[in-house]
């Protein structure tokens, strides 16, 4: 946590990259100290909420207001030819002032960039850190990656240094990949800070003939490729706890169709009332029907690092299956959940996951 003192006011506040899931924590102490008033302010809205203190301390968790400014995401709607810059990110100013009991005030200001995700308890976990993807080219594919401010990215096909995307902002960003993109076997992405100079090598060389590079270069990302068929299996795409778009090619497995009662009642004509038979024909008990399809799917024999990447489907709230392609209008998905269960890791090099999907309702007629 990072802190601040002013007129014998100690104010402890969260780092500069916080995640809206975990605890976002106020510590206030002081002598004297009879309350804090906290002021948030995003893009287009403010919240506003008081501690008292306890023995000239104040402690105030504000995770639900800091998910309030996340409450007008638009889950799905990706851009898959140009780079994006999403919402999941968001940069909070806040505004604390520290109330005595003699009713002086100080104030306090800082920003914090938010996530809409979490992070394990107990420090392990890096956010943003080197991480291992699969593009089943054909599929429609991006690569999230966070930039704390003005950057670049070098990426690489087949280890050959082969072009720049400029980041020219902090955010959460998107980055597509396509058919247009020919690397055979994977891609390296690279993040760079610092100054790119020209210098007289032309493209009979790869890139780092052309430029020269003073700064800092980052290992971000390995892609590795493998070429699918577009009707071989069943595509997911999900938002994992980093705030990151996943996607991944599931073998499929059987499908379950399970009906239940959704009302019964009784509608009787007495036109058709017979003493022998009673009622007959479409009248008297009937009921409406419900219908859940699901369908059972696995990634055969992968390692605990791409285990890790899908288990966040299981608790991922955004979940989508790709539904093919549609002229003019690029990618089509379809909103899918997750059935809840239990998921076993075993200390196997290679082990297959396995998860259940309920596919969109089917409308079925009812009286």
Not at 74 to 90: A, L, N, P, V
Not at 142 to 169: C, H, M, Q, R
């Amino acid at each position: 946590m990072r802190e601040q003192i002013k007129d014998n006011i100690t104010l402890q506040y969260p780092e500069e990259l916080g995640f809206a899931f975990n605890t976002c924590l106020l510590i206030a102490s002081g002598e004297r100290l009879e309350r804090i008033g906290v002021t948030i302010t995003g893009e287009d809205k403010k919240e506003r909420v008081f501690f008292d203190s306890l023995n000239g301390k104040c402690y105030g968790d504000i995770k639900e207001y800091v998910q309030t400014f996340f409450d007008t995401l638009s889950f799905g709607k990706i851009g898959y030819e140009e780079k994006e810059k999403t919402k999941m990110g968001m940069l909070l100013s806040f505004e604390i002032v520290a109330i005595k009991d003699n009713q002086n005030s100080v104030a306090f200001n800082f920003d914090v960039y938010y996530i809409w995700g979490a992070l394990k308890l107990g420090g392990k976990e890096i956010y943003n850190d080197y991480r291992t993807l699969t593009w089943f080219r054909g599929y429609p594919f991006t690569f999230g990656i966070y930039a704390a401010g003005n950057s670049s990215l070098l990426l690489s096909k087949d280890g050959v240094a082969d072009s720049f995307v400029e980041i020219p902002e902090q955010g959460v960003w998107n980055i597509p990949l396509t058919l247009l993109d020919n690397a055979q076997s994977y891609y390296d992405i690279d993040a760079c800070l610092g100054t790119f100079t020209a210098v007289t090598f032309d493209r009979s060389f790869d890139l780092t003939f052309q430029y020269r590079f003073d700064g800092t270069q980052t290992k971000k990302l390995r892609i590795n490729i493998i070429d699918a068929c577009v009707d071989g299996g069943v595509y997911l795409r999900w938002i994992n706890r980093h705030g990151f778009y996943c996607y991944y090619l599931f073998k499929r497995g059987e499908e379950q169709i399970k009906t239940t009662t959704d009302n019964l009642f009784v509608r009787n004509n007495l036109l058709t009332y017979d003493e022998a038979y009673g009622y007959q024909g479409y009248t008297g008990r009937q009921q409406q029907m419900k219908r859940e399809d699901t369908v059972s799917l696995c990634a055969p024999l992968v390692d605990s690092e791409t285990w890790d990447m899908l288990f966040d489907i299981a608790t991922s709230p955004c979940v989508d299956m790709f539904a093919g392609y549609k002229d003019g209008e690029g990618a089509k998905w379809l909103s899918v959940t997750v059935v809840a269960g239990s998921y076993t890791k075993t200390g196997a090099v290679l082990q297959d996951f396995i998860c259940n999907i309920q596919l969109p309702d089917i409308n079925i007629q009812k009286l």
